[in-house]
């Protein structure tokens, strides 16, 4: 082999292993685009154990299609903008996991016991059966090996001349064998797989359940009148509450639906995992006015803005307003006056309201609001989009006579707000009567 040939054969091997490796190289530059580009097509599945919104019930509430378990069947009523509240992603269904009540339990363990016993006895009959017939192969074993004990075969088993015997047993049954026949039961008949529950797959609108819902509180709270405290957080509005609580006691607890009326209006595929009447309950009449059914709920200044700035067809406006702030707090009274201006100018709000100018022994005297400055602020407002009324109180002694005229108050002007005349009042409101402590105007 002459120089030249074995150079040309290196120089065609270098080349091969040139291209070769440039063919791993593009290979590789392919695999790394794929894998670059690579996204994932749906977001990881999330499941609580409890409720993400309340913490005091399980979550049995599937959110489709995003599939997030995160809601119980009280929280999921509340889900009035339809979102997700982990992905924000729109919610079209949900999927609910009913919850085993007593009954259903009861019947399912008394199933599982019946059928429990049925497997037993076909167990022990099976059992019996097999013992009987390994007792007689037993006994027809113990037959044959006492004929056949002397027979050439047992000890060979070929017969003269090389060839297989074709008559006679093969092999003996020895002690150990034959004990093996007697204790080792046979295989018995494969068992059932035992019966577990699985829930059923109930996939239900959840616009249905918030339809629902809204029916259910519509139907409250068109037999109750709705008031709203709110104003500078200076103010205690939930003592206020309390306070007319205290004066107006509900006579008779109002209960809307019985449990037979429960049953007959709810839906039975999900009555038992989500309440529907439990977002009603949030309108049940608190104070009794009068013999009039009331609500009064403190709400901070962000919820009020909220409820106001919905602008769904299905959401109902409280019947009258209460803005409150303190005396002793100028910061508060601007507050005060910038959300009437928000309520009247910006939401065209012509839902009744009063404005409560209320004294706070703990609050800094030298901040103090005086009755000619709230009295001007009152004035600077037009008359057509002026509050109905005006309660000065400096001093917390005077407040029990004003949450008397202020229940008055509230059920004459709820009763205006609804269309509903009364004469009396009518006459009442003409003339502006002022309690003992306060001014009204």
């Not at 018995?188 to 609108?205: D, F, L, R, T």
């Not at 205290?246 to 595929?269: A, C, N, Q, R, T």
């Not at 009555?271 to 439990?278: G, S, V």
Request: glycine share 4%; with cysteine; charged share 30%.
């Amino acid at each position: 082999m002459s120089l030249e040939t074995v150079h040309e054969e290196s120089s065609e091997t270098t080349e091969k292993q040139n291209q070769l490796e440039k063919l791993k190289l593009d290979n590789l530059e392919d695999i790394t685009f794929q894998v670059e580009n690579v996204s994932p097509t749906k977001e990881e599945k999330y499941s609580s154990e409890y409720c993400i919104a309340c913490y005091d019930h399980p979550a049995n509430i599937m959110l489709l299609p995003c599939e997030h378990k995160i809601l119980c069947g009280y929280c999921v009523t509340r889900l009035d903008d339809q979102l997700c509240p982990f992905c924000r992603n729109h919610v079209e269904t949900v999927r609910i996991f009913p919850r085993f009540h007593a009954g259903f339990t009861q019947q399912l363990e008394e199933k599982l016991e019946q059928k429990k016993g049925q497997d037993i006895e076909v167990e022990d009959s099976f059992r019996e059966a097999s013992l009987r017939e390994e007792s007689f192969s037993g006994l027809a074993a113990l037959g044959n090996v006492s004929s056949y004990s002397r027979s050439p075969s047992l000890h060979s088993s070929h017969s003269i001349g090389g060839e297989p015997s074709s008559s006679g047993p093969k092999r003996s049954v020895s002690l150990r064998n034959f004990k093996r026949i007697f204790t080792t039961p046979r295989a018995s008949q494969k068992k059932e797989p035992k019966e577990e529950y699985i829930p059923p797959k109930i996939v239900v609108s959840l616009s249905n359940i918030l339809e629902e819902c809204k029916f259910h509180e519509n139907e409250v709270i068109e037999k109750t009148f709705q008031v709203l405290v709110t104003g500078s957080d200076d103010v205690d509005k939930e003592g206020i509450v309390h306070s007319l609580q205290d004066l107006f006691p509900v006579k008779k607890p109002y209960i809307p639906w019985s449990p037979e009326e429960k049953s007959k209006l709810g839906h039975e595929e999900y009555l038992d995992a989500i309440d529907t009447f439990q977002a009603a309950e949030d309108f049940v009449a608190n104070l009794d006015i009068q013999g009039a059914p009331v609500r009064v709920t403190a709400v901070n200044l962000w919820e009020l803005l909220r409820i106001m700035r919905t602008g769904k067809a299905d959401v109902r406006h409280p019947d009258v307003v209460i803005l409150s702030c303190d005396t002793h707090s100028l910061r508060s009274f601007r507050e005060m006056l910038a959300l009437d201006e928000v309520l009247r100018e910006r939401l065209k709000c012509t839902t009744p309201r009063f404005w409560a100018v209320l004294g706070n022994e703990t609050s800094d005297p030298s901040d103090q609001i005086s009755l000619e400055d709230a009295e001007f602020a009152f004035k600077e407002i037009p008359l057509d989009r002026r509050p109905q009324d005006f309660f000065f109180l400096p001093e917390r002694g005077k407040f029990c006579s004003w949450y008397i005229e202020l229940g008055k108050e509230i059920i004459t002007h709820a009763k205006s707000a609804r269309g509903i005349v009364d004469k009396n009042e009518t006459e009442r409101l003409e003339d502006h009567v002022g309690c003992l402590g306060c001014t009204i105007i």
